[in-house]
């Protein structure tokens, strides 16, 4: 019970204050799901992608972050359009923010790769039912239920073919406040969002005939934040196992796989291993994801087009 209350009373410090931290979910399979960090993505498979994913941070401590998202995409008729949809909840403590983005990527070929360029528009609600923590009194002014409605948008680009890929983004572009207190001057706050941007990169290489290397690397910029990056080795077997290796920065290693169950379904696991003193209180983090992929009729195969990205 003390460790909940402390970490919901840190929580609501951090919301208080100016923001500095990680504010926007961070999850470990995202090489497998690019439209999450960049809208230019949009389309790049040349068939309709959907991908369910679920996320437990920091199991065994009580109001630790959840993460739930479906990212879906697809490349238009016309070919060099794409368009995606990003659906995302994010519940940390008594904190709960629904996100749903739509984006729409142009892609125009070159001699040897891709360059798409995409946008992404919509909104963030956040609730926090600051009534759930335990308060010293039960008159205390904090102790409320607050509601936000934020419209934000992003864009990004996508350079990729079958052998390598490079992106950046920006994916959310306005900085709003964290917290609304709903017209009420009893609930002081100066925390803004912040905004982000990703720099990710990576490459696929036979190691033999049966096996393929791909490492890569995600670089996370925030406004008045230290640098963070990630970076990823995935070995694919076969063109069925996916098994990679993950670290992030000051805070975790993961392990990840992903495994082609046929020509539509995929499936995926992360387990993190935090690397700092919260290890001593966590069995690590959890994050599983079902994928499914339809080849569109109209659409043919493209020899420039990413496959393993």
Request: glycine letters at 8%.
């Amino acid at each position: 019970m003390k460790l909940k209350k402390g970490f919901y009373i840190g929580v609501l410090v951090c919301m208080c204050q100016l923001a500095l931290a990680q504010q926007r979910p961070v999850f470990s399979t995202y090489p497998y799901n690019g439209l999450a960090l960049n809208p230019a993505y949009a389309g790049s498979l040349n068939m309709f992608s959907a991908i369910l994913t679920n996320r437990n941070q920091w199991v065994n401590i009580d109001g630790a972050p959840v993460y739930q998202s479906l990212t879906a995409h697809t490349t238009l008729r016309e070919k060099n359009v794409g368009v995606g949809l990003n659906v995302v909840r994010d519940v940390v403590g008594v904190h709960e923010q629904y996100s749903v983005y739509g984006s729409f990527a142009y892609k125009i070929r070159m001699n040897r790769a891709i360059l798409a360029m995409g946008i992404q528009g919509g909104f963030d609600q956040r609730s926090s039912n600051l009534d759930d923590i335990n308060w010293f009194t039960q008159e205390d002014p904090l102790s409320v239920f607050t509601k936000s409605f934020n419209p934000n948008f992003g864009f990004g680009i996508y350079y990729a073919n079958r052998d390598y890929f490079f992106g950046a983004s920006i994916p959310y572009f306005l900085t709003p406040d964290v917290i609304d207190g709903g017209g009420d001057a009893s609930i002081p706050s100066d925390g803004k969002a912040s905004r982000y941007y990703y720099i990710n990169a990576g490459f696929v290489k036979d190691l033999n005939r049966n096996l393929k290397i791909s490492p890569s690397v995600l670089i996370r910029l925030q406004d008045n934040a230290p640098a963070a990056f990630d970076i990823n080795v995935n070995f694919i077997i076969n063109e069925i196992v996916y098994a990679g290796l993950s670290y992030r920065y000051q805070d975790s290693f993961s392990v990840m796989t992903q495994l082609v169950l046929n020509e539509n379904f995929r499936i995926g696991y992360a387990y993190d291993i935090p690397t700092g003193k919260l290890g001593t209180f966590t069995a690590g983090s959890h994050e599983i994801f079902i994928n499914y992929r339809i080849p569109l009729k109209f659409s043919k195969k493209d020899g420039l087009c990413p496959v393993y990205f």
